[in-house]
C-alpha cells in the first residue's frame, strides 16, 4: 500500500507494532509511551501515518481529523477572538498609560505660546489632551465590542468591573464632554470637552489611583486572561511535556 509523505506500509506498521506491549522495555518513557512514538506523535507524524494507515476509510479518517480539532484545546474561545481581545486590550493599555505619563512628554504639562501681537501665555494644549483622550475612547469602545464574543470567565470579569468603574465615575466624565451610551461605550463632544476644565480632565486621566489608572489596570486583566485562555490551545508545553490542561489519549479512544 503506498502511503503519504513519504510513508508507505512498511514504515506504518513499524510505528504501529511499536505501541504494542511487547516493546515497551527499553524505550519506555513519558506515561509508558515509546521515546520514539512520543516524538512522532510530538511532531504530527503520527497522524500523518494513521490517515495514510486507514487509507480510503472515509469514516476512520473523519474521526482522526475531527479529534485531532476538538481533542486539543480546553480553551473557553478560539484563538482568533482571543488574539483581537488581546489587541484590544494592550491597545486600550497603551491609550491609558499615554494619558498617565507624568515625564516632560506629559500631555497634562502646561505649554507656552505667543500670539501675533506678542503676547505669551501658558496653559494646557487642549488640542492635543482632547487626541489622546479620543484615542482612549476609541480603544475603550473597541475592547468592548471585542469582547462581546468571549465566553472566558476572566475576560469578562475584567471588562465588567471596567464598565463599572466608568459607571462610577459618569458624572464627572459628562462634565468634560464624555457620555456613556446605554450600551456601555463612551463618547466624547470635542467642544464640549475644550470648553471644560483641564484641571478636572488631568484628574481623571492623570493621577494614580484616577479613573484612567483604573482603567489601565482592568485592560491588563483582561490581556492577561486572554493570553492564559490562549495558552490552554497548545498540546504540549515549552519543555515538551504535556500540559495539566489535557487528558491524554483521547485520540485513541475512538480509532482503537
Same mark, same amino acid.
Not at 63 to 85: C, P, R, W, Y
Not at 231 to 253: A, D, F, M, R
Given at each position: ?12 506498521? $513499524? ?50 481529523? $475531527? ?52 503676547? $505669551? ?136
Amino acid at each position: 500500500m503506498i502511503g503519504i509523505s513519504n510513508y508507505d506500509s512498511n514504515s506504518i506498521h $513499524t510505528l504501529f507494532s511499536g505501541l504494542s506491549n511487547g516493546n515497551r522495555t527499553s524505550n519506555s518513557g513519558l506515561l509508558g509511551i515509546n521515546i520514539v512514538d512520543y516524538s512522532a506523535i510530538r511532531t504530527g507524524s503520527y497522524f500523518k501515518l494513521m490517515k495514510a494507515y486507514y487509507g480510503g476509510n472515509d469514516s476512520a479518517s473523519k474521526i482522526v481529523e $475531527t479529534n485531532k480539532k476538538t481533542s486539543t484545546s480546553t480553551a473557553k474561545d478560539d484563538t482568533k477572538t482571543l488574539a483581537k481581545i488581546e489587541d484590544a486590550a494592550e491597545e486600550l493599555k497603551g491609550a491609558s498609560d499615554a494619558l498617565l505619563d507624568k515625564t516632560k512628554k506629559s500631555v497634562f504639562n502646561k505649554v507656552t505660546t505667543t500670539d501675533a501681537k506678542g503676547n $505669551t501665555t501658558t496653559d494646557y494644549d487642549k488640542d492635543a489632551i482632547y487626541k489622546k483622550v479620543s484615542a482612549f475612547v476609541d480603544s475603550y469602545n473597541n475592547l468592548l465590542k471585542k469582547s462581546e464574543d468571549s465566553n472566558t470567565n476572566g475576560i469578562l470579569n475584567a471588562v465588567s468591573s471596567m464598565v463599572r468603574t466608568t459607571d462610577s465615575n459618569e458624572k464627572l466624565l459628562s462634565k468634560v464632554g464624555i457620555t456613556v451610551g446605554t450600551d456601555n461605550k463612551l463618547s466624547i463632544d470635542e467642544d464640549t470637552f475644550k470648553k471644560a476644565d483641564m484641571s478636572l480632565v488631568k484628574s481623571l486621566f492623570n493621577g494614580n489611583g484616577s479613573y484612567g489608572y483604573q482603567v489601565s489596570a482592568k485592560a491588563s486583566l483582561a490581556d492577561y486572561y486572554a493570553e492564559r485562555e490562549a495558552s490552554k490551545g497548545n498540546t504540549y508545553g515549552n519543555t515538551g511535556t504535556y500540559t495539566y490542561n489535557y487528558n491524554t489519549g483521547e485520540i485513541y479512544n475512538t480509532t482503537t
